[in-house]
Structures are given as C-alpha cells and as structure tokens.
T-cell receptor
Framework: GQSLEQPSEVTAVEGAIVQINCTYQTSGFYGLSWYQQHDGGAPTFLSYNALDGLEETGRFSSFLSRSDSYGYLLLQELQMKDSASYFCAVRDRGGKSTFGDGTTLTVKP | DAGVTQSPTHLIKTRGQQVTLRCSPKSGHDTVSWYQQALGQGPQFIFQYYEEEERQRGNFPDRFSGHQFPNYSSELNVNALLLGDSALYLC????????????FGSGTRLTVV
C-alpha cells in the first residue's frame, strides 16, 4: 500500500517563506505531485517531481529525494491568497495518485 | 476552454438509495479518475477510466461502479447508499500521454441522510 505524512497545519506571515514537508511509503513510485485546494474549491495542480532535485515555478518550488522518500513544497513571498490546503500525492505507473491528508496553510498579515 | 465539469453540484439522498454523478473532462483529455474526499481529508482514489474501461481501482466496495462513454465523459454510480458515503466526489481528467497534472472539477457534494 501507500501512505503519506504531512503536517496538518502551518501558519506564516505575509511575505515570508514556508516549507511543507511530505514523507511517503509506497510501492511502484513514479512521481510526487502537489495540489492546492481552497475551501469548497477544486484541487489545483501546482508541481510534479519524478527525479531528485528542485523544480521551480514562480513563487512555488518543489523538491524530491527518492532515496529518502521525502519531498517538500516551498512557497515564497507569501500572499494572503495562498491560505489554502496543500496536498502531496504519490503517482504510480498506472496513473493512480494517492493523496496525503493535506496541510492547512494560514497566512497572517 | 471549459475545464472539468461535474453535475450536480449538490445532492441529498436517503440511505439505501442509488446515485449517479456525472463528469465531462477537459477538452483533449481522455482519462478520467474519480476521488472521494471526506471533510478534512485528502482525496481517496476510487477508480480510473481510459478507453471506456476501468483501468485501476482503489479500496472501494463494489457498490461503487462507473462508466466512461465514447466522448470520454464519465459517470460514477453508488448503490445502497450509507451515511458514510457522504463526501465531496471529485472527477479529475488528463491526457493519457501526459505524465502528470490532473485537472480536477469542483466536485459533487453528496449528503446521505
């Protein structure tokens, strides 16, 4: 089976940098994705890592270490609109994604 | 370009009834997955459809079934509803050749009373 662990809550101030960690146990690992979900909204794809290293997309970056079964999402220059739930998800070869329970990020002024 | 559309947005059913939820994938996408999201939890994979066949299935009972049509749209059927089936049901689509990046719909909020 597959399991993922991420912190349940993170709080930061506007303009700061925050890192959300994700550790996973899985068979048939193919890649790690990150999604953002605002209350009542659809999950929105943020980033994907299949190989070790850092992927940067604007203010968001994502990192993967396959040997450590570990990844993180880095959010820079936090804005109030970044307050949301963030999910890491492990993708297997067939395309199935297993999601963590999510991290609620609260950005304060 | 419309993204993933789901209907209905909200639904209330009585325990024991049956329900059908519908999904139209994003234009150009041919693979559809269904997820169940309980309050405060991450989406749980139900199953995935490609070329009108169920390709992968999560740990859900046979009461959960689906279908994909030639135009790639999909339905999720749940029989003999239980109170525990109350959740947000999300449909996600992607192009089969894409490695990542599912596009999710806004979901159907199902309440079983």
């Amino acid at each position: 089976g597959q399991s993922l662990e991420q912190p349940s809550e993170v709080t930061a101030v506007e303009g700061a940098i925050v890192q959300i960690n994700c550790t996973y146990q899985t068979s048939g690992f193919y890649g790690l994705s990150w999604y953002q979900q605002h209350d009542g909204g659809a999950p929105t794809f943020l980033s994907y890592n299949a190989l070790d290293g850092l992927e940067e997309t604007g203010r968001f970056s994502s990192f993967l270490s396959r040997s450590d079964s570990y990844g993180y999402l880095l959010l820079q220059e936090l804005q109030m609109k970044d307050s949301a739930s963030y999910f890491c998800a492990v993708r297997d070869r067939g395309g199935k994604s297993t999601f963590g329970d999510g991290t609620t990020l609260t950005v304060k002024p | 370009d419309a993204g993933v559309t789901q209907s209905p947005t909200h639904l209330i059913k009585t325990r024991g009834q049956q329900v059908t939820l519908r999904c139209s994938p994003k234009s150009g996408h041919d693979t559809v997955s269904w997820y169940q999201q309980a309050l405060g939890q991450g989406p749980q994979f139900i199953f995935q459809y490609y070329e009108e066949e169920e390709r992968q299935r999560g740990n859900f009972p046979d009461r959960f079934s689906g279908h994909q049509f030639p135009n790639y749209s999909s339905e999720l059927n749940v029989n003999a509803l239980l109170l525990g089936d109350s959740a947000l049901y999300l449909c996600a689509s992607r192009w089969s050749e894409a490695v990542y990046g599912y596009t999710f719909g806004s979901g159907t909020r199902l309440t079983v009373v």
